[in-house]
């Protein structure tokens, strides 16, 4: 399936390449006819950043201070802890004409007062850039490295670790885009690495005292072509392929290679709605024969609705097959869907309200377990003046797992004060 979908790609770029020649002003992919509440600064709110020569630099800290009254997401003999963040992080872009390049790089400190084991600093770092090789044919690509711990809360976390799992991922992306006057084609290859590591056992408990992680280590390498045809400038439709390939570095029997055939749709209709819908098949074949084949619809959407420009309504609708590899050398996979709808409405012009409510599914292959969770979240932003603002959020966590081999039931409150600070 990887060459079928590189010989496409080769062939719908010379398609859209031949197009490109009929260059325009206008663009009939854009979508910025609509700018959500989120996204919209209002004058004399946006923060400027600092000019360094060629470069645009926009830095950062967040300094928050929340709690969680069940930091190990269980069901019973619950802890909570009071939680203080740091996040610094700077972004930086060119201001170049054509072509760019750009950086960004940041920290996540979290302490937990009561619970010291669960302290935990991550940070990220990247870089990436755009070749203008043409106004209408772009090569861009990025490449980046991530120091992430595992939730807690995460479907495949294990409650007897002493502390979070840490993750170190790195990853690096090529795409080109070619655009015509209704014809626009995109490929895509990508690479991932992630790195689990091993954690210490919770005191008192039988086993090994370290619980060894290298099972869960792999790259993930993919591939998509798509060609949109634009209907008009505020309408496309859009065929996408794309392919994987999961490749798990000791626990070889979970490797795996899927794809994805979908149509779609991309819109951005005057003051009333955008957003992109895509529909198709995906499936997944494992190397265990035990779990094979496995397939089913494939939904990712993304649609906002603009009842005024002071309310911004999102819903989110996502399918796909997620790994869940077992440390015994059996797989085991998932069907995991998840919807979500939001609303952010501008209160004042520097007061933002937002709600929310969010729900996943797993649906089990290769042992009995099936599991659903909701979130429902509430928060405020309050902007001060370009360079501080304060927000506020709130989430209330709950999780059922069912089967002979099912996960853990749990609920939390969570809730988090952050000062930002942004020059």
Do not use: C
């Amino acid at each position: 399936m990887m060459k079928t979908i590189l010989y496409m790609s080769a062939a719908l770029a010379a398609l859209a390449a031949g197009s490109a020649q009929a260059q325009q002003a206008t663009n009939n992919f854009q979508r910025d006819r609509n700018t959500a509440v989120t996204d919209r600064y209002q004058p004399g709110y946006e923060p400027l950043g600092v000019k360094a020569g060629v470069w645009k630099l926009n830095p950062t800290v967040t300094v928050s201070l929340g709690g969680n009254d069940n930091i190990y997401y269980v069901p019973s003999n619950k802890e909570g802890s009071a939680i203080i963040t740091v996040s610094p992080n700077i972004v930086g872009r060119t201001t170049w004409s054509r072509h760019e390049l750009g950086f960004n790089a940041g920290v996540d400190s979290n302490v937990y007062l009561s619970q010291s084991d669960e302290n935990n600093t991550g940070y990220n770092v990247g870089a990436n850039g755009r070749l203008d090789i043409t106004s209408r044919a772009m090569l861009s690509g990025n490449i980046r490295h991530l120091t992430t711990y595992e939730p807690r809360s995460a479907y495949q976390s294990d409650v007897e670790a002493a502390e979070p799992v840490r993750i170190d991922s790195d990853a690096a992306e090529l795409q080109l885009t070619l655009i015509g006057n209704r014809l626009r084609f995109i490929g895509t290859v990508s690479t991932r690495n992630d790195d689990f590591k091993d954690v210490a056992r919770r005191a008192g408990l039988p086993g090994s005292p370290i619980i060894s992680q290298r099972y869960r280590d792999l790259t993930t390498s993919g591939a998509t072509a798509r060609f949109d045809y634009a209907v008009s400038p505020a309408i496309s439709v859009f065929l996408t392929a794309v392919a994987n390939n999961r490749r798990y570095d000791t626990a070889t029997i979970n490797d795996s290679d899927g794809t994805v055939i979908a149509l779609g749709t991309s819109f951005d209709i005057s003051s009333l709605a955008r957003g992109e819908l895509q529909l198709g098949t995906v499936t997944q074949e494992y190397k265990d024969p035990t779990i094979g084949k496995q397939d089913s619809g494939y939904v990712n959407a993304r649609v906002q609705y603009f009842p005024t420009p002071l309310t911004t309504l999102t819903g989110t609708l996502n399918r796909d097959f997620v790994d869940y590899p077992g440390s015994g050398g059996t797989t085991r996979t998932a069907l995991n869907t998840t919807v979500g709808l939001s609303v952010d409405h501008e209160l004042l012009r520097n007061l933002i309200v937002s709600a929310g409510v969010r729900g996943q599914k797993y649906e089990f292959d290769g042992i009995d377990r099936n599991d659903t969770g909701k979130t429902v979240m509430l928060g405020a932003r309050y902007l001060m003046n370009r360079r501080i603002s304060i927000e506020t959020k709130y989430s209330y966590v709950t999780y059922e797992s069912e089967g002979t081999q099912a996960f853990r039931d749990y609920n939390a409150n969570v809730i988090m004060t952050s000062l930002i600070f942004a020059y």
